[in-house]
């Protein structure tokens, strides 16, 4: 044996086996994983579309295939479409964009489509026998092949927005890969955890669409003087009376107190504590040139109300003396303005009071505010129906807690059922 094969020999015999911490107990006492390139494990998939009218497709990271019409607004392929590659189901596709979650680009696998029309700039390939979908789709989600071809890319390695990376390389990608009797057990083991993901999603999905549709009826419709669904209690109140807001809620200026957290108004999360967040702050040291908020005051940013940036507060706090502070009167229920203010009619209301040369540049003053007419029912009926929403909401979040914890779980069984990237010969 000559020193140059003693050394390779060396090198891998010194390399840590390829063997997840966790194996199901009938593959406990098997060989190591192997990596596998993607040259040895599959088909390059080339055959071009020609005269078949199929679907043009791109993908979106996190959904997978789109048809081009729905994600661009227009078919792009135009006359290349027959230059475009055929693609079927079972078939793999590497797009070479990159994303956050995806920074050397994303690959999916075809599914249901049964056959698409994708753009040649794809890498496209089939697994060989031996090698299951299932398994490698679970490896390309890890982003396995993405940890390896960033060797590959240098800063400026763009052509036309797609990152320079050719088919050799791509194919050259290695997963560690065990038996196939392996391979399908992890592969329908992580299946069941995404279709429990999946069934979870829809079920948050279906909540807030309900919530949607519930807010349209227990809202009055533009030009209507009462909402189509109402409590037992309240069906014989008769119209909702217009108000001026400044008829409901005051401007409060009170200086901030030492010692009282600071909180920023979010779009979609109402108030949250700033320190919550994970970027710095140029916070104002001194508490006295900060705004004080009462618990239950509406704080909303006023470059921002337009689109929605309020939020009740939860306790007293302090916020960015740049935000206005509506101290709510006693016939004034916070937590219903707040659903009320989210309504798409009543945030048209907001913007046309709101004072700018562009919509970039607009800022709803308390003064504007004060003088929108807002209607709105006795305040034992805004109670009931912020009770309600709000109970929708718990749920929401409650359902919403839920799928994370699958997403977390899920994670931390990859990193269980696979081999550390660390390992052997996965770099």
């Given at each position: ?73 227009k078919d792009i392929s135009g ?57 490698f789709q679970q490896c390309f ?135 919550s967040f994970d970027r710095n ?147």
């Amino acid at each position: 044996m000559s020193s140059k094969t003693k050394t390779i020999a060396t090198k891998e015999e010194a390399r840590p086996a390829l063997v997840p911490k966790l194996r199901f107990p009938e593959f406990r006492g098997s060989e190591a994983w192997k990596p596998v390139t993607l040259q040895e494990a599959s088909t390059p998939v080339t055959e071009r579309v020609g005269k078949r009218k199929l679907t043009p497709v791109s993908i979106s990271v996190g959904i997978g295939f789109v048809p081009q019409a729905e994600k661009f607004g227009k078919d792009i392929s135009g006359n290349q479409y027959q230059l475009y590659t055929l693609v079927s189901d079972g078939d793999f596709v590497f797009n070479k964009g990159n994303s956050l979650k995806f920074p050397q680009g994303c690959v999916y696998l075809l599914q249901g489509w049964g056959q698409v029309a994708a753009p040649n700039v794809f890498i496209c390939f089939r697994l060989k026998d031996g090698y299951s979908n299932g398994f490698f789709q679970q490896c390309f989600e890890q982003n396995q092949h993405g940890r390896q071809l960033k060797r590959h890319i240098t800063s400026g390695a763009r052509s036309n927005g797609l990152l320079n990376i050719s088919k050799e390389t791509f194919f050259g990608i290695e997963i560690p890969t065990p038996s196939p009797a392996e391979q399908q057990k992890i592969a329908e083991c992580l299946s069941s955890v995404d279709e429990l993901m999946a069934a979870q999603a829809r079920k948050v999905d279906a909540l807030k669409t309900h919530k949607k549709g519930l807010m349209q009826q227990l809202f009055p419709r533009e030009g209507e003087t009462q909402p189509r669904l109402r409590f037992p209690e309240f069906k014989k109140a008769g119209a909702w009376k217009p108000r001026n807001a400044g008829t409901l809620f005051a401007n409060r200026v009170t200086k901030g107190e030492q010692g009282l957290p600071i909180y920023s108004v979010t779009m979609h999360d109402g108030m949250v504590k700033r320190d919550s967040f994970d970027r710095n702050f140029y916070d104002i040291e001194d508490a006295a040139a900060n705004k004080k908020v009462c618990k239950e005051d509406i704080a909303y940013n006023m470059m921002r109300m337009w689109q929605g940036a309020l939020g009740v507060a939860p306790e007293d706090c302090l916020v960015s003396p740049a935000y206005i502070v509506l101290a709510p009167m006693k016939d004034a229920v916070p937590v219903f303005f707040q659903y009320l203010f989210k309504l798409p009619e009543t945030l048209l209301l907001l913007t046309s009071h709101s004072r700018g040369l562009t919509k970039d540049r607009l800022r709803l003053y308390y003064d504007d505010f004060a003088s929108i007419p807002l209607r709105c029912p006795a305040p034992s009926e805004q109670q009931r129906i912020a009770s309600c929403l709000g109970s929708l909401d718990t749920l929401i979040t409650f359902e919403a807690q839920k799928l994370e914890a699958l997403k977390t779980h899920k994670k931390g069984l990859m990193q269980q059922l696979f081999p550390s990237p660390d390992s052997g010969h996965w770099h």
